[in-house]
């Protein structure tokens, strides 16, 4: 076996390694937090691909009521279900389980999820739909055997069941319920080629599934039971569209419903970090691009709306300067870029969201490994692209802190092909690139969420040389000694932020360590992560409560 000297000088590894954590500081995260609030600020203005209106210019009350069909298509999984809105309650939040949710907000029932299968991302855009129509009609004819067959021939759910739809994927929206696919990502070879309706695409996919009665009590089609014994007894209603939106503006939205606001608390940003990321944030009309303005101003009942919640798509290529001009930006990283299925479309999401970071950690181990013992001691099974998922260094990885345990669960899982290769050195640089790869991401994070409420003037960032920009001195002055501590919530959701162990804890403190930093301004704002479990099926279900009063 080749040497692993190299290696076991912990000095060393820290060199080895400085090129993942040198920006992990916090003069260089203020400055990164600072650039991308500029960056912001630009793409809003003058971006026609990313800081995309939305038709959201009003958020919920809290007070909004009635039951709705609900589906999140996510990077990863779709999930369906029945999202029930009860308006103002004594209690507030999101229950997981139990009596509880009897006083909640918000009741969900018949929820399900599925894997999005790698053949529907590469498939054609017919199939995918078709799939999601399928679940769709599964969820409503489970709910629809639990009822009494006398009432389930009355048709329940009325003839139209009104449905809310989030999807984690850029779109250009031309109303509250209608959607163009742009290009999607995170591994779909869907495209935006065929200008595709989204809302159409999956009315379509359910189409087949509604199947009329005749007055013999059989199908339009001649078929009584279409799929199972008991289903002419089953009216599968129509749906209808209600409201199309992001990802993390469905999480924006769930939040600011289950929540009840204070005079001194709000929800101020959506933020998604899963198998992608994204955020959302409300934003000021007079700050955006003419030709977003004219969008806003053809959505019904939006003409005189002077702000409008943002989707800002902000890891699109617009927003890399910043990390290249502050090196942020590894060998590691730039391989991964090329090697991608869109290289350069997104490279913020390459080195931050949870479907690249495991592929990051395998590049920069392999290469330091390569580099002290030669290519030929690293086993095949390490050198194909995207073989360590970020899901085994989450579960496994981080999670299993003896260093003999960790061995095994390696060798099982990338098993030596002639002598041992799975040595306490290379476990524990195993554990440490991919600590590295987590704090950095989680850092990374936090200086984007700053960097983005500094843009929409929530918090200060005060400018080198120049004093405060973002606010006058005698307005910093007045906030400094305004007592009342004023509490910005950041919404949160996505299995890379909630369920990578020490994600979120690090994404936090640096949040509050920059937001401490930049601006004498900012000791009475309090900027909190709070979780939107399920936010992207919940939001779906709140915006579709509140379609009448928005478009």
Known sequence: MGSTSAISNGNDLNKRLHALTH?????????????????????????????????????????????????????????????????????????????????????????????????????????????????IAEVITGALTEIPVSKAMESPFGEELLLGITFSFPVA??????????????????TSDQDLNLGKMILTGYSRHVVEPTTNGTSGNGDASPSGKNRKLLRLPRIRIAAITNDTVATFASLAYAVKAAPNSRVAMGVVVGTGTNATVPMKTDYLHPSKMKELESLRGNMHAKEVVINTEWTINGTEKPLLDLGIKTKWDEELDRNSDAPGFQPFEYMTSGRYLGEIVRLAFVDIVSRDSGEEVIMSSLRTQNALPTRYLSEVVARTSDMEELAVALEMQYPSESTVFWTT?????????????????????????????????????????????????????????????????????????????????TCQRWVETLVNKAS????????????????????????????????
Not at 68 to 74: E, K, M, N, P
Not at 522 to 549: F, P, S
Request: with cysteine; charged share 25%.
């Open 173 to 190: 929206q031309t109303s509250f319920s209608e959607a163009t696919l742009l290009p999607m990502g995170k591994g779909f070879a869907i």
């Open 23 to 135: 920006c992990v500081n916090q003069d260089t995260l203020l400055d990164l937090a600072m650039r991308f609030s500029d960056t912001y600020q630009d793409l809003a203005k003058h971006s026609t691909e990313q800081f995309l209106v939305t038709p959201v210019t009003a958020l919920p009350t809290g007070q909004e009521k009635g039951k709705f069909l609900s589906i999140d298509v996510g990077g990863t999984n779709l999930r369906v279900g029945f999202i029930e809105l009860l308006g103002e309650t004594s209690s507030y939040g999101i229950p997981p389980s139990g009596d509880e949710e009897s006083v909640s907000k918000i009741r969900r029932s018949y929820d399900k999820s599925w894997p999005i299968g790698e053949h529907l991302k590469m498939d054609k855009a017919e199939d995918l739909f078709q799939w999601i129509g399928d679940c």
């Open 425 to 505: 050195l290379r476990v524990k640089l195993m554990r440490d690139v991919a600590r590295a790869v987590q704090q950095r991401s989680s850092a990374l994070i936090a200086a984007a969420i700053v960097g983005l409420l500094d843009c929409v003037h929530d918090i200060h960032i005060d400018r080198p040389n120049t004093g405060t920009t973002s606010v006058g001195k005698k307005d910093a002055d007045q906030t400094t000694n305004n007592s009342v501590i004023e509490e910005l919530v950041v919404a949160y959701t996505g299995g890379t932020i909630s369920g990578y162990p020490e994600y979120l804890e």
């Open 520 to 551: 004498p301004a900012n000791r009475t704002k309090r900027v909190v992560l709070k979780e939107a479990l399920d936010g992207g099926v919940i939001g779906a279900g709140v915006l579709a409560g509140m379609a009448d009063r928005i478009s």
